[in-house]
């Protein structure tokens, strides 16, 4: 199991930015698949953005493409999400999870392929 804990949550207005990161407290990122999700109370768990662990290909949920990045430097154990261009529809509880290398790679990005998780850091859009 992966210890992570996420930051960078909060109240914005639309059309705003926010960064958030997620930390290990241990040097084992780069053992890890990772991905960032969000959940919204009464609904299911979605997917935002999943990174491999070399880092050179991540994939997103149609409705963030473009607006969203996520990134990871393995050297500061964290991994990244900057979302630009914030909606209202983006409000939720964002979490980042990991996967170990040695259960091979995700079939999807997924949070039934994921088995770390983080405690959750809220974002808000709203004006």
């Known amino acids: 199991q992966l210890d992570l804990v996420e930051s960078g949550g909060g109240l914005v207005q639309p059309g705003g930015s926010l960064s958030l990161s997620c930390v290990t407290s241990e040097f084992v990122l780069p053992s890890y698949y990772m991905g960032w999700f969000r959940q919204v109370p009464g609904t299911e768990r979605e997917a935002v953005s999943c990174?491999?662990?070399?880092?050179?290909?991540?994939n997103y949920a149609d409705s963030v493409k473009g607006r969203f990045t996520m990134s990871r430097d393995d050297h500061k154990n964290t991994v990244f999400l900057q979302m630009n261009s914030l909606k209202p529809e983006d409000t939720a509880t964002y979490y980042c999870?990991?996967?170990?290398?040695?259960?091979?790679?995700?079939?999807?990005?997924?949070?039934?392929?994921?088995?770390?998780w983080g405690q959750g850091t809220q974002v808000t859009v709203t004006s």
């Open positions: 999870a990991g996967r170990h290398f040695q259960l091979g790679p995700p079939e999807a990005c997924s949070p039934a392929e994921f088995n770390s």
């Open positions: 990174i491999s662990i070399s880092g050179t290909q991540t």
